[in-house]
């Protein structure tokens, strides 16, 4: 099974877009991802990423609703146990 999960642009680095980095904030933790397959990504933009890169850029309705069934389920699954 594969997991892409939205995160929020906060930098970017690099000028060549196959090199180009950014960090994505998950809910508050921040990872570097590789930014190659989204050129036209903006700082403040909504991303889904998937091993380390960002796949496809998302409007922030879409990540905010998607973020929060991330947060049911955890909710969800932390009663189960």
Known sequence: ???A???KVVSISGDD????KGKVS???VIK???LAYVPEVKIDDYVIVHVGF???IL??????KSLAEFR?????LSTDN
């Open 1 to 3: 099974m594969c997991l």
């Open 5 to 7: 999960v939205p995160g």
């Open 17 to 20: 877009p196959l090199l180009r």
């Open 26 to 28: 998950f809910g508050g």
């Open 32 to 34: 570097e991802v590789s």
């Open 54 to 56: 960002a796949l496809s």
């Open 59 to 64: 409007d922030q309705e879409a990540a905010e």
């Open 72 to 76: 049911e389920m955890e909710a969800i």
